[in-house]
């Protein structure tokens, strides 16, 4: 079946390093990826996404590039904010274009502080 | 574009009663609505999808029975937590797909509903 396994968290950072958290997934066929950020209280958002191969999604100075070779979408920021405090959620759409159920990664913590 | 709206945002019930949570796409049509349940630091867990017009399909350990799930129309879709006890708290969230761009396939989801049952 599919699954998307995550880094575990809490990461925590100091303002201005560099982020990695690193996602890999299992599926059949070419999934489509994602990434999704939920602030505290709040409902997930869409930060990224890549359809195929090689492809890189990036947002808000977030970057994530799909690596078929590895089954890899590790999402990077050069230089995080406390404001990129939340939780990042790696997931996998199995059918690009059909619609297919969402299989979500268990989330990473990230706590950027002063 | 693209947005999700829930309500209410935080309710606390009673064990016994039942609570009506409303998902609603704003600026789309939703030909299908998603439920996902997420407890403290977990992932999120599908509990059904529903399609405007027709009976949602509910994921395996899911009780139909106990959330029921309806989606009249292509803008609105309730999730009811029938006789709900104190195990039904959560955070339930729903998300939207539609016909908004070529990416049909993108899911939007809602702020999320903080169920509290004493």
């Known amino acids: 079946g599919n699954s998307v396994t995550q880094m575990e968290g809490p990461v925590t950072l100091s303002e201005e390093a560099f982020l990695t958290i690193n996602c890999t997934y299992t599926a059949t066929g070419y999934p489509s990826l994602f990434w999704y950020v939920q602030y505290p209280g709040e409902g997930l958002q869409l930060l990224l996404k890549a359809t195929k191969a090689d492809d890189k999604g990036s947002n808000k100075g977030f970057e994530a590039t799909y690596r078929k070779e590895t089954t890899s979408f590790h999402l990077e920021k050069g230089s995080v904010q406390v404001s990129d405090s939340a939780v990042y959620f790696c997931?996998?759409?199995?059918?690009?274009?059909?619609?297919?159920?969402?299989?979500f990664g268990t989330g990473t913590q990230l706590k950027v502080e002063l | 574009g693209a947005v999700v709206s829930q309500h209410p945002s935080r309710v606390i019930c009673k064990s016994g009663t039942s609570v009506k949570i409303e998902c609603r796409s704003l600026?789309?049509?939703?030909?299908?609505m998603f439920w996902y349940r997420q407890f403290p630091k977990k992932s999120l867990m599908l509990m059904a999808t529903s399609n405007e017009g027709s009976k949602a399909t509910y994921e395996q350990g899911v009780e139909k029975d106990k959330f029921l799930i309806n989606h009249a129309s292509l803008t609105l879709s309730t999730l009811t937590v029938t006789s709900a006890h104190p195990e039904d708290s959560s955070f339930y969230i729903c998300?939207?797909?539609?016909?908004?761009?070529?990416?049909?396939?993108?899911?939007?989801f809602g702020p999320g509903t903080r169920l509290t049952v004493t």
């Open positions: 600026d789309f049509q939703a030909t299908t």
């Open positions: 997931a996998l759409n199995p059918i690009t274009g059909g619609g297919n159920k969402l299989t």
């Open positions: 998300s939207a797909r539609g016909i908004i761009t070529q990416e049909t396939y993108e899911q939007y």
